[in-house]
Antibody
Framework: EVQLVQSGAEVKKPGESLKISCKGSGYSFTSFWIGWVRQMPGKGLEWMGRIFPGDSDTRYSPSFQGQVTISADKSINTAYLQWSSLKASDTAIYYC????????????WGQGTLVTVPS | QSVLTQPPSMSGAPGQRVTISCTGSNSNIGAGYDVHWYQQLPGTAPKLLIYDNNNRPSGVPDRFSGSKSGTSASLAISGLQAEDEADYYCQSYDSSLSGPSYVFGTGTKVTVL
């Protein structure tokens, strides 16, 4: 069974750094792109970027380029999303999702990680 | 950031048919990129509902169907049921000059009356 399990909720202060994780299982982790999607409170879905764990090829949405860093450790089947200096506006639920093998859609999703940065 | 436009809300009585539109442009849907649809039940992660314009993943009821034409796409829910009350998002690929990226629609909240 394909599963993406994300790390738990975080409460951080503005200016702090953070790295959240997404562990894949039940499939060949190095053969599928993993994407990250933001959902701000009460708002819609926004694609942030994606990584191919097989060779760490990474692509960012123009809106998030330079704002976050996406990485992966294929030895432990885990992808990461990190911030060097959080802002209150980073408060959101962050989802990781597996991109389908031969299509531009996301067929399996993690449960989401709530990041709260009080202002 | 959303470049795909959906109606904010739609509603229908049980058993009725609801159709959600997704309007894009010549850099995404109109460029020939496929459209996919996701269902997000309250408090849960999105779930793939329709892929490649009109295909259902295993386990998705055939009450859900998709179509695409020109720069737009549609998701139809026939025989509306109480458990269909959720947010629905379309998604495609965009090749605009600002940089290629995946794009989601603005989202539509479906209420079952």
């Amino acid at each position: 069974e394909v599963q993406l399990v994300q790390s738990g909720a975080e409460v951080k202060k503005p200016g702090e750094s953070l790295k959240i994780s997404c562990k894949g299982s039940g499939y060949s982790f190095t053969s599928f792109w993993i994407g990250w999607v933001r959902q701000m409170p009460g708002k819609g879905l926004e694609w942030m970027g994606r990584i191919f764990p097989g060779d760490s090829d990474t692509r960012y949405s123009p809106s998030f380029q330079g704002q976050v860093t996406i990485s992966a450790d294929k030895s432990i089947n885990t992808a990461y999303l990190q911030w060097s200096s959080l802002k209150a506006s980073d408060t959101a639920i962050y989802y990781c999702a597996r991109r389908s093998l031969h299509a531009h859609n996301f067929d399996y999703w993690g449960q989401g990680t709530l990041v709260t940065v009080p202002s | 950031q959303s470049v795909l436009t959906q109606p904010p809300s739609m509603s229908g009585a049980p058993g009725q048919r609801v159709t959600i539109s997704c309007t894009g442009s010549n850099s995404n849907i109109g460029a020939g990129y496929d459209v996919h649809w996701y269902q997000q039940l309250p408090g849960t992660a999105p779930k793939l509902l329709i892929y490649d314009n009109n295909n259902r993943p295993s386990g998705v009821p055939d009450r859900f169907s998709g179509s695409k034409s020109g720069t737009s796409a549609s998701l139809a829910i026939s025989g509306l049921q109480a458990e269909d009350e959720a947010d629905y998002y379309c998604q495609s690929y965009d090749s605009s000059l600002s940089g290629p990226s995946y794009v989601f629609g603005t989202g539509t909240k479906v209420t079952v009356l």
